[in-house]
């Protein structure tokens, strides 16, 4: 039996001295309880049992150390300027890495990839966007008398 939806009752022997609590246990409960769980609704699968009580204090929640802005060995290695682009631009300088088989033909495939999305592009420009706008602007105007 799953229970999706429950009551927790806590009592020391008597049902009449039972507390109802939802999701935590009170703190004035320092010993061992008489612990019954029922589904919402169902009281016939209400389910009873002397629990073993023991209290032990939370951990202590450590938070991470926030970033701290500073210089490391390496400065200037984030900065990006105009250099860094037209270093980036030269063609000789975008294989240097290649080290291995495997990256050189991940390296090709990505280039023919972006030379066939750059194809599609200009073809469906060429072939249905310019067209059906010539299309679409020749109807619009009044014909010529």
């Given at each position: 039996m799953t229970f999706e939806s429950f009551s927790i009752e806590i009592g020391t022997a008597t049902r009449t001295k039972f507390t109802a609590t939802i999701g935590g246990i009170p703190t004035g409960i320092i010993?061992?309880?008489y612990v019954c769980l029922q589904p919402a609704g169902d009281a016939g699968a209400e389910q009873c049992k002397w629990l073993k009580y023991e209290a032990s204090p939370l951990r202590e929640r450590h938070m991470?150390?926030?970033?701290q802005a500073g210089i490391d060995n390496c400065p200037g290695c984030n900065e990006r300027g105009i250099e860094n682009?037209?270093?980036?631009?030269?063609?000789r300088q975008w294989f240097n890495g290649l080290n291995s088989t495997t990256e050189a033909?991940?390296?090709a495939l990505e280039i023919a990839l972006i030379i066939v999305s750059i194809l599609a592009t200009v073809l469906i420009c060429t072939k249905c966007i310019i067209p059906l706008a010539k299309c679409t602007i020749s109807l619009s105007k009044p014909p010529k008398k």
């Open positions: 010993s061992d309880r991470a150390h926030r970033w682009f037209l270093l980036n631009l030269d063609p033909v991940t390296c």
